[in-house]
């Protein structure tokens, strides 16, 4: 019987460690700022009472330590207890995780709608 002998197997590439990629770590970032915002987010007994509902957009802008230094409601939602809502939900759910480093500048200009559903 003839001798077969093991061919040498060649070793694959040693990788680092995996990384977040810079494509990934901004919309993964902006997935845990809407997140939390949701954890965080009330129905005013005011507006449950009249059966208010709407999406306030809210623009708000954070500094690299994800504290909030401005925010303004630039729709509104129909309803002036669910857009003060919006306002109250950011003080409350802060400080968000700070901006990944991929994103320039000293602060961070966002743009969320909060949408609000008698449930």
């Not at 040693?14 to 009330?42: C, F, G, H, T, Y």
Request: charged share 20%.
């Amino acid at each position: 019987m003839p001798k077969v002998e093991e061919a040498p197997v060649a070793a694959a590439p040693v990788q680092a460690p995996l990384s977040m990629s810079d494509s990934n770590a901004i919309p993964s970032w902006k997935r845990k700022v809407v997140a939390l915002l949701e954890r965080n987010k009330r129905y005013p007994a005011a507006a449950r009472a009249h059966n208010d509902r709407g999406t306030a957009q809210l623009a708000f802008s954070l500094d690299r330590q994800g504290k909030v230094t401005a925010a303004r409601v630039t729709k509104s939602s129909g309803s002036v207890a669910l857009d003060q809502e919006a306002l109250d939900l950011l003080r409350r759910a802060q400080p968000f995780p700070p901006p990944p480093a991929a994103m320039p500048g000293a602060q961070v200009d966002l743009t969320v709608p909060v949408q609000f559903n008698v449930r």
